[in-house]
């Protein structure tokens, strides 16, 4: 007797018709056919059975601020950081925690149970650090949250910035940040990133840095951070967000920095909905699409992972927590249109960004947790294309989200009654 069954799914692997089984919160079986009960069943009548999407990259403090002292009129990130430093001292505990809970009720509706934040630490009151341990303290039921020290304003560059980052791990922060290309010089930038690969060597954590997010072709501090990642014996803790310079940058330098960036085992996190957005402002034509080399470096095993980066904030008007809405987009600006491209786009929203969060019991094996989402799609193709529905959004063996199938009643003479755009999938 089992707690629950999933019958009749297909999975990202390409298995159809596959049953799950779940006991005690974990996945038990996964078969055709199982011949049990369970307390409930779901029919997932042939659609996609996957885990939980991940966000690696997000600043959850920032979320929903939307209009907050003003709109972005330029839509720039250069406005976006103005804006930004405009409302920080008006921030308040409250008003971040209410914000952050209803961008996470958003979250979950979205099949979306773990989230990377990078929490800025410039303001020395470090009441948005407050708020997101807070928020990461009421969601732990549900949905698992990383908290990022992130000097927004340069660790080096804004006063006290060091020791507000430092106060901010002490407080129980996860993670090492950083932001080198927005130090004063390329030297003060490549200064802090030796300094904080040092710093989290030295406290045994993680480090998550927003490197080269800008067209500069000579902004290469990514190559510092990969040297220093070796030195420290930090390989696989070591992630790369954005990486933006590396679209500009010529082949034969790149040629070199891949490979270094592979031995060093790090992962690299573009962030597809906001680079395309902010970056090549500064071309006319033609324009520079301004997202890292995604194709170039999976091909070299460098683990590639996407982030939603922002919504609904003074960087990024649009957003809806929907990770299947950065993975369209990323298949349109890498240009990876075939199907093999699809399913590692597909990854990179998933099992990729699970990796590079470094979450434990996470997939659809025997003894992981039952954490899954069935999406109204017959494939991880199908579910980039059509960002379907969540029809069920399971934690732990519970359903804690549903959607209705989004189904279209026609009245037309001679004509299906009904339209299921995930019927419309192409018969391979």
């Known amino acids: 007797m089992f ?10 692997d390409g298995r159809q018709t596959q049953d799950i089984a779940v006991k005690s919160g974990k996945i038990a079986v996964v078969a055709p056919k199982i011949a049990a009960q369970a307390g409930q069943e779901i029919d997932a009548a042939g659609y996609l059975v996957t885990p939980p999407f991940v966000d690696p990259h997000f600043h959850m403090d920032a979320t929903l601020s939307l209009g907050l002292p003003r709109m972005n009129r330029s839509g720039t990130l250069l406005e976006g950081i103005a804006l930004w430093g405009e409302l920080r001292p008006s921030l308040t505990i409250d008003a971040l925690v209410e914000r952050a809970l209803r961008y996470c009720d958003l979250a979950v509706s979205q099949g979306l149970l773990a989230i990377r934040t990078h929490v800025d630490t410039s303001d020395p009151r470090l009441v948005t650090v407050e708020a ?5 303290r009421r969601v732990a039921p549900y949905l698992t949250l990383q908290l990022v020290a992130f000097p927004q304003d340069g660790y080096t560059r ?24 927005f130090e004063r010089t390329m030297e003060e930038g490549a200064a802090s990133v ?12 993680p ?47 790149v040629s070199k920095l891949i490979p270094l960036i592979a031995e060093a085992q790090m992962h690299v996190i573009p962030n597809p ?41 003074p960087w990024y008007s649009m957003g809806s927590g929907d990770m299947l809405e950065v993975g369209h987009m990323a298949i ?23 990796r590079a969060m470094g979450l434990e019991n996470y997939g659809l094996d025997v003894g992981c947790a039952a954490d899954l989402v069935l999406l109204q799609a017959r494939s991880p193709a199908e579910a980039l294309r059509l960002k379907p529905a969540r029809l069920a959004v399971i934690k732990a063996g519970k359903i804690i989200a549903q959607t209705a199938p989004r189904i279209s009643t026609l009245m037309l003479d001679t004509r299906p009654q009904s339209v299921n755009p995930a019927d419309y999938a192409p018969k391979l």
Do not use: W
């Open 3 to 12: 707690d629950l069954i999933l019958r009749n799914a297909n999975l990202p």
């Open 132 to 136: 997101m341990l807070e928020v990461k």
């Open 158 to 181: 804004t006063e006290h910035g060091v020791q507000s980052l430092a106060r901010a791990l002490d407080m129980g922060v996860d993670i090492v940040g950083g932001i080198p290309h």
């Open 194 to 205: 030796r300094a904080l690969c040092r710093l989290a060597a030295e406290r045994g954590l």
């Open 207 to 253: 480090i998550d840095m927003h490197c080269d997010e800008t067209d500069d072709p000579l902004s290469r501090h990514v190559e510092t951070l990969a040297a220093e990642t070796i030195r420290h014996g930090l390989q696989t803790r070591v992630a790369g967000s954005h990486l933006t310079s590396m679209h500009s940058m010529d082949n034969y330098y």
């Open 273 to 313: 909905l906001i680079n395309i957005m902010l970056q090549g402002r500064h071309d006319s034509y033609p324009k520079r699409r301004g997202m890292t080399r995604v194709r170039e470096l999976m091909a070299a095993g460098i683990n590639v992972a996407f982030g939603h980066d922002c919504v609904m904030d």
């Open 332 to 354: 349109h600006v890498a240009q990876m249109a075939g199907l093999e491209d699809k399913t590692a786009i597909f990854n990179a929203l998933t099992t990729n960004s699970a």
